[in-house]
């Protein structure tokens, strides 16, 4: 990008300085082909062909027509607009990022900052931002419905548990434990020290999480064991997130303490999409995503749940992540605008957290690109060729999922889709759950 355009992005842009860039004929034209059909009603479909001129503009080094089309899109967004107003004033601070190479200093063209805020939340605070739309709940009831019936009779039961939530699933799971006609089995929870470094970032530590949940576990007189898998090297606010080969070197039977007769479980929420799936980042024969599946497989454990959001932004095409960015992101948007004030503080800091994504898909690329998600179907197709196989969710699972969505916003449903479970919101897919076995119990 040349050092003119971030000087001029850099700067606020005025409609006095807009009509002295319009003599150019070639970027009137542009120009007048990124307006055209939008006058006199700024829709989703109008904003999603601004953002890609914008984008295309960016891509082919044009600064005049990027800073024309990004001051019409100011004149859109608003952070307490309607739903398509906000999702636009997100996009174009990614956008800015992005063109200026000031990251993560945002910037507005009508003078005002657009924050992007790193929050940390307290514990009570991580409940609510969970129970608020069914986007992580929905994945915590089909994995611990699957989880609980593959454990059945099983009474040693060993979770290693990657995700972004804090451990949020477990309460629930522990619960149901201990209600089991036969018993609680003995659980042991293993959890590594990093996460990546984003949204939900709790105010206290992975220890202290671990011993919240042996209190609640010990009041349901379920017998509890917290484990974290230390790595000396690395820090929870590792910029990094986490160490990938250090992790692979944690992830043996002799490591973990694997006992002969427990049952061991791996769940993944939210957890794949930021293990590379570039070849050129790794000097393995696989990608980061690949290696780490072919390890849990190795470690055979009795279930392996994966949950994500089911959309796919690992493109290289600037252009088609934002297009594929903007036709799933409006989901969220569009969920809080049924229950939310417009200036709800709740509301306002989990649209920041998806702004957060969206920043990430938009302003950056190479290794700092860690928003790399896949669709759910793109997800089944590599599971199957790593060497595992589907498990089926039952009816039992199906109802409680049901349940569940009748606590929320009549927009949500669910639906089957190949080997998965998928949350929708409108009859859009949101997020997927699947369940997976190795082969090697296929063939036992």
Not at 62 to 74: C, F, P, S
Not at 104 to 116: K, Q, R, V, Y
Request: with cysteine; charged share 20%.
């Amino acid at each position: 990008m040349k050092a003119e355009l971030r000087t001029n992005i850099a700067t606020s842009i005025n409609p006095l300085q807009t009509s002295s860039l319009l003599n150019s004929n070639q970027t009137q034209t542009s120009l007048s082909g990124a307006l055209r059909g939008c006058l006199g009603s700024i829709d989703g479909a109008c904003i999603e062909k601004l953002l890609l001129h914008c984008a295309s503009a960016l891509e082919s080094n044009d600064e005049t027509l990027a800073q024309q089309v990004m001051w019409v899109l100011n004149n859109v967004a608003s952070l307490v607009g309607d739903p398509n107003q906000r999702l636009t004033s997100w996009f174009l601070r990614a956008l800015i990022s992005r063109a200026s190479k000031v990251c993560p200093a945002a910037m507005n063209f009508d003078g005002s900052n657009t924050i992007l805020r790193r929050r940390q939340m307290s514990v009570t605070e991580l409940a609510g931002y969970v129970d608020l739309i069914p986007w992580h709940r929905f994945g915590f009831c089909a994995s611990n419905s699957a989880i609980f019936k593959a454990i059945e009779g099983y009474p040693k039961v060993h979770i290693l548990d990657f995700s972004i939530t804090h451990c949020m699933q477990w309460p629930t799971l522990i619960d149901a434990l201990a209600k089991r006609p036969e018993g609680p089995p003995s659980l042991k929870i293993t959890v590594p020290l990093t996460r990546p470094q984003v949204p939900p970032l709790l105010n206290v530590t992975t220890e202290e999480v671990g011993l919240r949940l042996s209190n609640f576990a010990k009041f349901k007189d379920v017998p509890f064991e917290f484990n974290v898998i230390d790595d000396p090297s690395a820090t929870e606010s590792s910029a990094a997130g986490f160490q990938f080969e250090s992790l692979l070197n944690h992830l043996s039977t002799s490591v973990l303490n694997l006992d002969d007769d427990e049952a061991l479980v791996i769940n993944c929420q939210n957890w794949l999409r930021y293990l590379s799936d570039d070849l050129k980042e790794t000097t393995r024969d696989s990608s980061a995503r690949d290696t780490f599946l072919n390890t849990v497989k190795r470690l055979n454990p009795r279930i392996v749940t994966i949950v994500d959001e089911d959309c796919d932004l690992n493109a290289s095409s600037l252009t088609s992540r934002i297009a594929t960015c903007f036709n799933y992101l409006w989901i969220p948007f569009d969920a809080f605008e049924t229950f939310l004030p417009k200036d709800s503080c709740q509301r306002i800091d989990y649209e920041s957290d998806i702004g957060h994504k969206i920043e990430n898909v938009i302003s950056y690329e190479g290794s700092q690109r860690i928003e790399r998600l896949e669709s759910g179907i793109k997800l089944t197709q590599r599971m199957k060729k790593a060497g595992f196989s589907c498990v089926e969710f039952c009816e039992e699972t199906v109802r409680e999922v049901k349940f569940l969505l009748d606590e929320h916003a009549s927009g949500w449903g669910m639906k089957r889709e190949e080997d998965m479970l998928v949350l929708t919101w409108k009859g859009h897919n949101s997020v997927f759950a699947t369940a997976w076995i190795p082969n090697i119990y296929l063939e036992d």
